[in-house]
C-alpha cells in the first residue's frame, strides 16, 4: 500500500513563504516522478510541480522562479519551497507519485495566502 503523507501548508501573507513536505512509504526511486497538484475552489486540479526519478524538474508557468520542489532520497521526501507566496496560490496542495501506469494521491495539505 503506498502512501503519501503531507504536510507543511497553513496560512501566510502575500510574499511569504511556506514549505509542504510528502513522506512518501518506500523509496522515491520506485516511482516515475513524484510532485504536487494543487485545487483551489470551483477550479480543477492542476499540476504545479515534478520530479521525475533522474531528478528532472518541471513547473507549471505561474510558480515558476518561486516555487522549487526537491526531494531527500535518504528520508523517502519530497518538498515543496514556496516563496513570494500569492493569494492566488490558495489551494489545497496533493502530493502525487506516478509508477507507470498507477497514479498515488496524499490527503492535501491547505495553503491560504491573504492579501
Known amino acids: 500500500q503506498v502512501q503519501l503523507v503531507e504536510s507543511g501548508g497553513g496560512l501566510v501573507q502575500a510574499g511569504g513563504s511556506l514549505r509542504l513536505s510528502c513522506v512518501v512509504s518506500g523509496s522515491t526511486a520506485n516511482f516515475n516522478a513524484i510532485g504536487w497538484y494543487r485545487q483551489a475552489p470551483v477550479k480543477p486540479r492542476e499540476l504545479v510541480s515534478t520530479i521525475s526519478t533522474g531528478g528532472n524538474t518541471n513547473y507549471v508557468d505561474s510558480v515558476k522562479c518561486r516555487f522549487t520542489i526537491s526531494r531527500d532520497i535518504v528520508k523517502n521526501t519530497v518538498y515543496l519551497q514556496m516563496n513570494s507566496l500569492k493569494p492566488e496560490d490558495t489551494a489545497v496542495y496533493y502530493c502525487?507519485?506516478?509508477?507507470?501506469?498507477?497514479?498515488?494521491w496524499g490527503q492535501g495539505t491547505q495553503v491560504t495566502v491573504s492579501s
Open positions: 502525487y507519485a506516478r509508477r507507470f501506469v498507477d497514479h498515488y
